[in-house]
């Protein structure tokens, strides 16, 4: 993919350099002329302009990326950015850096957020991750919460243990997308068993999520029948 990124702080640079190395073509767009360091990331390209000016985006060609990500330290900025990536250049994909969470609630669709990410509710949903079980965790929201990343995982009594996938009655508008066992990240199949201890992800609505819970939970009904 060709990925512009706006914002070349910290954050900025360490996703460029991720995305670099995944092997995606990468270029960072900075402002401030002091934080223009091609050595820091001397495989991405570097464009030094005011990515909020739609001028500075077109000489940029943001319509040729795949996706632009707004990474700077300013809510105000990201979103301008976000609004212009989709509404002025029709890029498929932005993702929005949220830098107070008092502002999470204005990135929505409707100033052409598709992802937003907010570093203390990120890191609020991995410290749940790492210790909850049997309790539906929400990891990410996609388009205003249309659609959630949620991970699951089994407890040592759950009634689903060898029981193959198919088996199981999934709530309307849920998608199994990968079960973690160990070291392992297995790709779902109708046939696959599963054990105690298996993280599960799943891609859901946010109003069917006590209904998966109940499904999955030691004392649900439907893992009883």
């Not at 707004?70 to 990201?78: L, R, V």
């Not at 009634?159 to 066992?181: C, H, N, Q």
Request: charged share 25%; proline share 5%.
């Amino acid at each position: 993919m060709r990925v512009a990124i706006v914002g070349a702080g910290a954050v900025g640079r360490s996703i460029a350099g991720e995305l670099l190395g995944n092997g995606h073509t990468v270029m960072l767009i900075e402002k401030d002329a002091r934080k223009v360091r091609t050595r820091a990331v001397p495989g991405a390209e570097w464009v030094q302009a005011d990515a909020c000016e739609v001028s500075s985006l077109e000489e940029a060609q943001l319509a040729t990326c795949d996706v632009v990500v707004a990474a700077t330290g300013d809510d105000k900025a990201n979103l301008v950015v976000s609004l212009l990536a989709k509404t002025e250049f029709a890029v498929n994909r932005v993702v929005a850096r949220v830098k107070d969470p008092r502002n999470e609630w204005l990135y929505t669709e409707a100033w052409g957020v598709d992802v937003a990410v907010s570093t203390p509710r990120v890191l609020a949903a991995l410290v749940e991750e790492a210790v909850t079980v049997g309790d539906v965790v929400r990891l990410m929201s996609f388009r205003k919460g249309a659609a959630n990343l949620v991970e699951i995982t089994l407890a040592e009594d759950t009634p689903w243990t060898g029981k193959p996938l198919r088996e199981v009655p999934l709530p309307r508008e849920t998608v199994l997308t990968a079960i973690l066992r160990g070291e392992r990240v297995i790709t779902p199949t109708p046939d696959e068993p599963l054990e105690a201890g298996d993280e599960l992800l799943f891609i859901t609505h946010a109003e069917v999520e006590d209904q998966l819970k109940s499904v999955l939970a030691p004392d649900s009904p439907a893992g009883l029948s």
